[in-house]
């Protein structure tokens, strides 16, 4: 289902005090007298598609125009996933978009409920509407716009070509921003793994083994306080043992003292069983006390003032440390950064193999891009010169007999996402005139008409939902004007249609038809908007005929260009 504006509601904006627009899905046609509004309709739907805001357009008298509108989209669609991603909503399959425009040139925007930035309504208005006024910007005179049109018009046979180059372009400007990376930052390499390189010499010179800054602590404190150590050992060694130079009887050690204790114990244990427990106990702390002492002796026996270990201990700790200042707080750290910086340089030391592999492979894609970019270029001038002569021969239809549309398909100079082709609408006014872009070989009302006949042209290939004319039959009338009413009724086959017209050829087209009325109430002038049924369309027909709605000869012409408009959309 394509997306499409069901009402408008508008307040407050020019003429306009309040007014509400059922659309219909396919042609809508609005007219009415002059400075009934007709034009401001076609503006609020600019304002309500993120169109600049103009103060001055706010109605006399109110302190804002605002201006709402339902669409009706998919529900689950890539719009409403659009809206909801923008933390809009979606409800029933109905979005409501709203706009406020104040007097001092405050602008609001609101889309499924939520306030958002009037770019937001901009942005999606890009896939939904095409406004084509004399004093809007057009869709298609945006250069991105024409190119991709012209490739939805090429079709099929564009299809695959672009798929392979589009390819081959992503993965040859991944190759060469991984190319330009490695070659202009060659310098900041080089000196990174000169960086890598000399830690990794200095720690391959010290050459630390894991824990090594503990055991180097230990026996520095060791070393450096052997006499002390070798003294305490001893001390302690005659506290438990004596002195075996002193005399027996003044021997006060502990090994003799517990020997006693465990004598008079002994010689009573026989009595009390509470004793004789603690009496092997004594016997039990004699014997730990003899192995102590052993083991003290043994100890001072190797403890060994050597200031030499001592000095090259103190060396060998002050290199370890000076790692650990630079590489880790450990020897395990410092030798995880080692591993770490190998593998960093070895990958630095291949990136000229890598630079070598990459610049063949980029030659590679650019020959390939060459050929696939020549592909899309011959498919695109040959769309260019068959949608050319079908919009040339839309305008001669049109009233523009001697104007002509040529699609311009000229190189870039470069590799772009979608080929190397710059691609231009541009216009000759008539034979012998340069062709002009667009917006500069065409006048106010004559670029409406070729807007019309490109979009006609197009029909299909571009997938905006809606169309919105102005003035479109600026300048024109009698069979031109029925030719411009006949295609916008082809138009509003595939898309919605909205068209502010003065021209009875065109209106009688209308699937819908809208007339904007002025009423006086005092000295404030409003408008209204009403449906027409068949009956009223004749008499307002009648009116843009005769001027007169209820002439006898107006209603009967009136009443012919019905009759052909109906029989002309039926015959297709």
Do not use: C
């Amino acid at each position: 289902m394509r997306p499409r504006v069901d009402e408008v509601r508008i307040k407050g904006l020019g003429v306009i005090d309040e007014a509400v627009l059922k659309l219909s899905s396919g042609l809508t046609v609005v007219t009415g007298e002059t400075g009934a509004g007709k034009t401001m309709v076609v503006t609020g739907l600019g304002l309500l598609f993120g169109g600049r805001a103009d103060p001055a357009r706010v109605r006399p008298g109110a302190d804002r125009a605002s201006v709402e509108g339902t669409l009706v989209v998919e529900s689950g669609g890539r719009v409403a996933q659009q809206v909801e991603d923008l933390g809009g909503t979606v409800e029933d399959g109905e979005l409501i978009i709203s706009r406020t425009v104040s007097t001092e040139g405050r602008s609001r925007a609101w889309l499924g409920g939520r306030s958002v930035p009037v770019g937001t309504l901009t942005y999606l208005a890009e896939d939904l509407v095409a406004v084509h006024g004399q004093m809007d910007q057009q869709r298609l005179l945006q250069p991105g716009r024409q190119r991709a049109a012209l490739d939805r018009y090429a079709g099929e046979e564009l299809v695959k070509p672009l798929r392979a180059y589009t390819q081959a372009y992503r993965r040859h400007k991944e190759v060469s921003d991984v190319l330009d990376e490695l070659t202009t930052r060659a310098r900041e390499r080089e000196q990174e793994a000169d960086r890598l390189r000399f830690g990794l010499e200095e720690i391959e010179k010290v050459d630390p083994k894991p824990g090594e800054e503990v055991e180097l602590k230990q026996e520095e404190e060791r070393l450096a306080h052997a006499d002390s150590l070798k003294s305490a050992a001893v001390s302690a060694h005659t506290a438990l043992l004596g002195d075996p130079m002193a005399s027996a009887q003044g021997a006060q050690d502990a090994i003799s003292l517990l020997g006693h204790a465990r004598s008079v114990v002994d010689a009573v244990r026989g009595f009390d069983t509470a004793l004789a427990g603690i009496g092997d106990r004594l016997a039990e702390a004699g014997y730990l006390v003899s192995d102590v002492a052993t083991e003290l002796a043994a100890y001072a026996e190797s403890v060994d003032s050597d200031p030499a270990r001592l000095a090259a201990v103190q060396e060998r700790r002050a290199l370890v440390t000076g790692l650990l200042r630079k590489y880790g707080e450990d020897t395990a750290a410092v030798l995880a950064w080692a591993a770490n910086a190998a593998a960093r340089v070895s990958e630095l030391e291949g990136d000229d193999d890598r630079i070598a592999e990459l610049t063949r492979e980029r030659e590679e894609l650019t020959a390939r891009l060459t050929e696939l970019a020549g592909d899309l270029t011959r498919i695109r001038t040959s769309a260019a010169e068959r949608f050319g002569a079908a919009v040339t021969a839309e305008l001669a239809a049109l009233a523009m007999p001697h104007a002509r549309v040529v699609v311009v398909v000229s190189p870039s100079g470069q590799f772009g996402t979608e080929g190397a082709d710059d691609i231009e609408l541009r216009m000759m006014s008539h034979p012998g005139a340069p062709a002009l872009p667009l917006n500069k070989g065409a006048s106010g009302g004559e670029l409406s008409r070729v807007m019309l006949a490109i979009e006609v042209v197009f029909a299909g290939a571009d997938p905006v939902p809606t169309f919105v004319f102005d003035e479109v039959d600026a300048g024109v009338g009698g069979k031109a004007a029925v030719e411009i009413g006949r295609r916008l009724a082809r138009l509003a086959r595939t898309a919605q249609v909205i068209v502010v017209t003065h021209l009875p050829q065109v209106a009688a087209f209308a699937d819908q038809h809208l007339v904007v009325e002025k009423a006086r109430d005092g000295s404030v002038v409003r408008s209204g908007v009403t449906a027409l049924d068949h009956e009223s369309r004749a008499r307002e027909l009648s009116r843009m005929l005769a001027g007169l709605e209820d002439s006898e000869l107006g209603r009967a012409h009136a009443e012919e260009l019905l009759s052909i408009a109906a029989a002309d959309k039926a015959a297709d």
